[in-house]
């Protein structure tokens, strides 16, 4: 209006004032209240995310129901309900917002726990490709038919399936093993939430920041159970990776929690 029809003293005023209240809600978005804003959005999206990870986690659990696969079912809902338990206690807690650091410490316990659960369900699958009676009957009759064969060729070609089918037996021991260890992992990220939930109640109305802290035994536990899982999961998926790269995987929590 005053630039395009005529100044008066209602529109340069008005103008002016435009001006001062955006410039102030600019400097009091940005300067004053923006490190509050940043992080009460970034809590929005981190909450949203660990929704969604729940929410895929659930879907497993349902999936490994479906295929029989029970002890990764109970392990799951086990382990999903003592970190909902935690986080629950977490958010209730008067001095929430300085619990960041080990809340990002449980999730990313949890969620090395969800993957090892889910690379249990791929080698459980792979069990179920192997029918270990059939080829230990198979053998077993190789072995006898073997035992009446003179002819070298023969022998030889007797020998090669023999050795197959050990082969399929071996790789079926292997799996087995390796589940029994990948369910064992889950154990203990669950028994290092379960102890710390415990460890909260134990509290009461205590203030909880030194139990929790980066120093403190609950910090240590799911830090250790945390690398241990990461390792044992790399190496049996054969990628070469230390408890240096474990370390550096846990600090980007850690980072985001500062």
Known sequence: WTFLIAASMGSVALFFAGIFTGTSAYIWNYFVNGENRVNAHYAKLMAERRSLKITEFQDFIRNSEADNFDRGANEGRELLKVFNELMTYIAKSKRASSLNGFRFRAEAA????????EHAYEVFKALHTVDVK??????????EELKGLTDDDDKAMQNRQIEAHRKQLDFYHKKEKQLKELLTLVDEIEAALQTTYLGLLELGSEDPIAFLSEDGDAAK??????EA?????????GKDENSATADEEMQKYIAAAE
């Open 110 to 117: 949890f969620e090395q726990g969800c993957s090892v659960l």
């Open 221 to 226: 536990q799911l830090v250790s159970a945390f």
């Open 229 to 237: 899982a990461q390792r044992v999961e790399a190496r049996l998926r």
């Open 134 to 143: 059939t080829i230990q009957a198979a053998v077993t009759a190789l072995e």
